[in-house]
């Protein structure tokens, strides 16, 4: 999110008083913006994108990487994070995973980075279209 869009929520969250009318086109504009860049950002990781998190984790903590079922099994429980998370989450991983073993999926999902990632999916959406609304109901 840019410095304007951030600017632009804050006061739309915690403004004493309602948007100039000249302002609103802009404002819509923003939002539809931030609507458009949260569904490229929630889009799931893709196969090969696991599977080279898994590989460069396995590469970093010297162990064998899943196979057959087991690799299917990460790839599947894995592919609703989106890369960003993923990404993340396997370097908080690598940062406190003090055993020579292959991190289980849980360690991914249950993570920070999936929780704030879940939060941020759900509430924003919400928000979006709340100020959409009460912006296109601004008197211009």
Do not use: C
């Not at 304007?4 to 609103?24: D, M, R």
């Not at 609703?80 to 940062?95: E, F, K, Q, Y």
């Not at 704030?116 to 928000?127: D, G, T």
């Amino acid at each position: 999110m840019d410095d304007e869009t951030a600017s632009l929520l804050s006061w739309l969250n915690y403004g004493g008083k309602n948007l100039e009318p000249h302002q609103v086109p802009r404002a819509l504009e923003l939002l539809a913006r931030l609507q458009a860049d949260l569904q490229v950002l929630a889009q799931p990781s893709q196969p090969g994108e696991i599977l080279d998190v898994l590989e460069m984790m396995a590469n970093i903590i010297q162990v064998d990487q899943p196979v057959d079922a087991a690799l299917k099994a990460y790839v599947s429980l894995l592919q609703p994070l989106p890369s960003h998370v993923l990404s993340a989450a396997a370097m908080r991983i690598l940062r406190t995973h003090t055993y020579r073993t292959m991190p289980l999926p849980a360690e991914f999902l249950q993570g920070p980075e999936a929780k704030e990632w879940q939060a941020i999916a759900e509430h924003m959406p919400q928000q979006i279209a709340r100020h959409r609304l009460a912006l296109l109901k601004t008197p211009r």
